[in-house]
């Protein structure tokens, strides 16, 4: 369909990191034509949601294009360009449930990383390390989520989407454009008022999105975030489905 105008109320958009603002064949950077659109929007609060560790964003630039930076599938605030750092889990129990998780991954010869709250392992490690959980009785205090071909370990009702809404209540914001990709992003379109998929998002995502984009790696972010301000287009953005 031809470009669509719209005026969405919002005063908070988070955004994934991973192949909805980074381009996967650029090393996982933003396209600096990107970055400067991004740093135009001034009228809501510009947060990037990552399921990495914070030393793991490649491109450091978002410290100046973002207002919040929210990790560890949203366990982590990051603000004042990362010089201030708080966990949102307020869990002293999580801290040994994740050290008995850490061990069991190790002895079961599976890779495990670890974040400050999260725990990272593969996809086809899940089935067995469920099994192995519950096993060890902690099934019902551990959260697991896929992105792409990675395993998300964290807190029991812990997610994305819970995140970035701790830290809107933090900002003052009540109403969230949410834009993701994968899996571990259907949180934060399910948190959000507005929730929009990118053109590469997977089938899950865009079945519960009220916008899909026509682009992606950064440019379907650019493209949702005009609609928002009712601007027209020089680049020909337009919207493949709007609900």
């Known amino acids: ?29 933003i396209s600096d034509d990107v970055k400067e659109e991004l740093m135009r929007f001034v009228h809501f609060k510009r947060m990037l949601a990552t399921g990495r560790r914070f030393d793991d964003i490649p491109d450091r630039d ?34 040994k449930i994740r050290s008995e998780i850490t061990g069991i991954m190790n002895k079961s010869g599976m890779r495990v990383y670890t974040g400050d709250v999260v725990l990272a392992g593969y996809k086809d490690d899940a089935l067995e390390l469920a099994t192995k959980i519950g096993e060890a009785g902690l099934g019902d205090e551990v959260e697991m989520e896929f992105n792409k071909e990675g395993l998300l370990i964290m ?42 998929a990118v053109k590469n998002a997977v089938p899950e995502l865009k079945a519960i999105a009220d916008i899909i984009c026509e682009y992606e790696d950064g440019y379907g972010v650019i493209e949702v975030l005009r609609l928002i301000e009712g601007h027209t287009n020089d680049h020909g953005f337009s919207t493949e489905r709007i609900l």
């Open 155 to 196: 807190p029991k009702g812990w997610n994305k989407g819970r995140g970035v809404r701790e830290v809107m209540k933090r900002m003052g914001c009540t109403r969230l454009l949410g834009i993701g990709d994968d899996l571990n992003d259907l949180s934060l379109l399910r948190a959000s008022d507005v929730g929009v």
């Open 62 to 95: 978002v410290l100046r294009v973002f207002d919040v930076i929210v990790t560890e599938n949203g366990t982590i605030m990051n603000t004042d360009g990362g010089r201030s750092k708080e966990i949102l889990v307020k869990s002293e129990r999580w801290g």
């Open 1 to 29: 369909m031809g470009f669509a105008y719209l005026k969405i109320n919002v005063d908070a958009v988070a955004m994934d990191y991973d192949r909805t603002i980074a381009d996967e064949r650029k090393g996982f950077m």
